[in-house]
């Protein structure tokens, strides 16, 4: 129970980041390419990995990762979690595995987007 607990409190922190740190940066540029969450995918990506290696280096107890990597940056950006997973495939000499999983991340998850947008929107044809 402990963990799920540690898992609500480190996602709800986490998606408060990522609304303000995606919000403020959107609004600095000005422009109508996604740059606030390019960021937080960014910098999510970057902070995670940078945890993870302090995380082995001090042998983190699983409730600590449990809000960390989990909660705090899984609320923050899914895709940093996307990017250690390619990572660790790379660093244990799996790039076949790697490869595949960054191009059907990427493929699937536009394709399910793209299904989702159709489905929806003739879902909502269907009920007016």
């Known amino acids: 129970m402990i963990k799920v607990l540690l898992l609500i409190t480190g996602g709800a922190i986490g998606t408060v980041f990522r609304y303000g740190v995606s919000t403020w940066v959107q609004r600095s ?53 996307f990017a250690l997973d390619t990572m660790s495939l790379m660093k244990t000499g799996e790039y076949k595995l790697a490869l595949l999983n960054l191009i059907a991340s990427n493929v699937l998850g536009l394709l399910a987007v793209f299904l989702g947008l159709l489905l929806g929107k003739n879902f909502m044809s269907l009920i007016k």
Do not use: D, K, Q, Y
């Open 29 to 81: 540029m000005l422009h109508s390419f996604p740059f606030g969450i390019l960021s937080v995918n960014v910098i999510g990506s970057f902070l995670i990995g940078f945890c993870w290696s302090i995380a082995e280096t001090c042998n983190l107890s699983a409730g600590a990762r449990v809000f960390l990597f989990t909660g705090l940056f899984g609320g923050f950006t899914t895709f940093s979690s």
